[in-house]
């Protein structure tokens, strides 16, 4: 199966995350040639044709990357169920991940240990090399990923990021619930299950 396609913003070269591997095409898609075996959830490409790609739950980076021996570990990053990632459209340096797995959330009535909960998000400065964290794990106040009174997370298979196509330090995060995050407000929920009037702006 194919978990995600991005194409080169100049070169013809469509990339596809796919359960055998991270492959691409420069045919239209008639041939795809291998470039890292392994269970790759997801691939993100920037303007200057730059990959990120989580590979056995790993995210890896290439600035040549056709070559697929190019492809190297990030570290820094948690040991996580799913990673899923996305670059800046308007500034490649900045580059984000999010990182999802079992937390452990305090909660009124105890501590709750979650599969599929927010463990971090992370952002890169420097085109995908390194990563800080600038979201912790969640709680039961900013719970992205967890429906908190069910004991339950949906980050394993539920889980989404994006950046604003103007502003390369504004996110927007999907799971069980919808949030964004600038530096000014930090992180916050903007839109959740709920049919609520906030919930429309």
Request: hydrophobic residues 35%; contains cysteine.
């Amino acid at each position: 199966y194919v978990g995600r396609l991005v194409s080169h913003p100049s070169d013809n070269i469509v990339y596809a995350a796919t359960n055998l591997g991270l492959r691409y095409s420069n045919d239209g898609g008639q041939t795809w040639t291998s470039l890292r075996p392994g269970l790759c959830d997801d691939v993100a490409i920037d303007k200057n044709g730059n990959v990120l790609a989580v590979i056995a739950d790993r995210l890896y980076r290439s600035s040549t990357p056709l070559v697929g021996t190019s492809y190297k570990i990030v570290e820094g990053l948690p040991n996580s169920g799913r990673i899923v990632i996305s670059y800046a459209p308007s500034d490649p340096s900045f580059a984000y991940a999010m990182c999802t797995g079992n937390v452990t959330i305090e909660a009124p009535s105890g501590n709750l240990t979650i599969g599929g909960g927010l463990i971090g998000v992370y952002q890169s400065k420097d085109n995908g090399a390194t990563f800080s964290q600038i979201i912790g794990k969640e709680n039961v106040y900013f719970n992205l990923m967890t429906h908190i009174s069910l004991g339950s997370g949906q980050g394993i298979y539920n889980s989404c990021i994006g950046v604003h196509p103007t502003n390369p330090e504004r996110i927007f995060m999907g799971g069980i619930n919808f949030a964004e995050w600038t530096p000014q407000l930090g992180a916050r929920i903007v839109g959740n299950t709920g049919d609520f009037p906030t919930n429309r702006k």
